[in-house]
């Protein structure tokens, strides 16, 4: 499933279900011509900051029956139609690709007004094909992820570029929590620099011996996190 997995970058990735021929994207952003070939059929929003709800991203993949899932305080706004709204711990289907949310927030002192866990933000479990894709989206380590347990997830997408979400001991600590059969790490190459980025891809994959270091499909260059 992981070869069927595409980072496009940042906390963005796309999803090809071989088997229905379905595209699913999570939070595109910076998507350039090739990376936006695929016209979506779902697109899952994780909450509203720009670069993860990014509207001229959406446009760049939409056609006349996509799905846009999301929380309310971004999806609301009338621009898009075909919406649906989720909060967190609602289950959904869609196409035959089953759909979990998780609460996404911050839980230090320091990042409270980032992700504030009264906005509803969320993370997902997609499940395609009996593969089970978690993409925690701007997070802390929190209580809730240690449910995941008992979930049997495959692959757990994981930020870990500090400031605004986990870093890396946090994500350490999430991936042990969660025990996925597979951790890849995002939010964090584009944001840390390369020497940066490499000594705690390093790290991580000495302290969770599940993680998988993909390579970015595309490479958007800013220097900003959220």
Known sequence: MVN????????SFYIKDTKDNLNIYIDPFNLNDSTAKNKADIILITHAHFDHYSKP???????????IIGPDNCLKDGEFKNLKILKPYEKYSVENIKIETIPAYNNKQEKLQFHPKQNNWMGYIIEVNNIKIYHAGDTDFIEEMKELNNKNIDIALLPMGGHYTMDLNDAV????AINAKNTIPMHYKNLLGKDKSEKLENELKQKIK?????????????????
Do not use: C, M, V
């Open 210 to 226: 599940s993680t998988i270091i993909l390579n970015e499909i595309q490479n958007p260059t800013y220097g900003f996190e959220s």
């Open 57 to 67: 991203d959406i446009n760049k993949i939409i056609k006349e029956n996509t799905k």
């Open 173 to 176: 600590e999430a991936a042990r």
């Open 4 to 11: 069927n997995l595409f980072w496009i970058g940042h906390a």
